[in-house]
Every structure is written in C-alpha cells, then in structure tokens.
C-alpha cells in the first residue's frame, strides 16, 4: 500500500452489513434489557441510516403503526447513546442520532442541513506526520466535510 490517497466508502455500508443484530448483541453484551420498544427504537436508526431528532423517531415510529410514547423513544435514545451503542451529534438545534457507534465522518449538506455518513481512511503517511508534528499516536479520527450538492450541467 503506497497511501497516496484517501478511500472512501459512501453511506457506511461496511457498518450496515452485520445488520441491527449487531445492535442487538452489543446491548445484551453490556446486559441491557432489550425491551419492545427499545427494540423498535434501533429497528428504526437501523433501517433510516441516517441522523434523525427524538422527535423525528417518534413520528417515524408511530407513522408505521409502532406505539411508542415520546418520552419513551427519548429515554430509549439516552440510554443507548450514553452506553455507546448509537451515535449522538448535538446540533445547534439539537440532538440528532445515528446507527453507528464506531469512528466515522460525515458529510453535512450546507442548503438542506442533511448528514451523510461515511468512511474515510486518511493516508498514512499523512497520519505519520501528524504524529511526528504531535507527539500523539492518532488512534482514531473522525472528519467534518460540508458542501453543496454539484448542479448537474444541462
Ligand atoms: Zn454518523
């Protein structure tokens, strides 16, 4: 591997593979309980991949027949980030929650606000000098990239 140049896997579609059971696992693993609605709470981060409010959850979940109270998707989301087992932004309009758990970079939408994730490996080299100028061993790194979305030409 030379590392001249940075790979990027759109939508983090390395972390959807192993599916919301891995979700499921890593809760049982820390000995939370897997009740109905948290169960419902994940099904849904996990089949929206993207970064959605407390609120966003509660109107998706009851838009597809799933019962569940605000308060509970609330307490279900606090609890599941604070142990790791979802990502959590905070926003200046507030919080938003995603699937994943493991280091990775998002790309922000500066005229929709919209947050895609994705995978991107800086080079190593790249990284080695980093280390060299900061006397730090990087061990993980996440990235911030807004843009707009290219016009398509006619
Ligand atoms: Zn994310």
Same mark, same amino acid.
């Given at each position: $591997? ?17 599916? %919301? ?10 000995? $939370? ?6 169960? $419902? %709470? ?42 790791? %087992? ?14 994943? =758990? ?26 080695? =000098? ?19 979305? %290219?016009?398509?030409?006619?």
């Amino acid at each position: $591997m030379s590392g001249a140049s940075a790979s990027i896997d759109p939508q983090g579609k390395r972390a959807i593979e192993g599916g %919301v059971q891995i979700a499921f696992e890593r809760c049982r693993e820390l000995g $939370m309980r897997l009740s109905r609605q948290r169960r $419902m %709470v994940l099904d849904l981060l996990w089949s929206e991949a993207s970064h959605l409010s407390a609120r966003d959850i509660f109107e998706k979940l009851n838009a597809r027949g799933r019962h569940i109270g605000h308060t509970s998707v609330y307490q279900n989301l606090e609890a599941l980030q604070s142990a790791g %087992v979802i990502e959590c932004l905070d926003r200046a309009n507030g919080r938003l929650y995603g699937y994943r =758990s493991d280091p990775h970079s998002h790309l922000t939408c500066l005229d929709s606000g919209q947050i895609e994730d994705l995978d991107i490996e800086l080079p190593e080299d790249l990284l080695r =000098s980093i280390e060299e100028r900061t006397g730090y061993r990087i061990e993980s790194y996440t990235l911030q990239l807004n843009g707009r979305p %290219v016009a398509e030409p006619d």
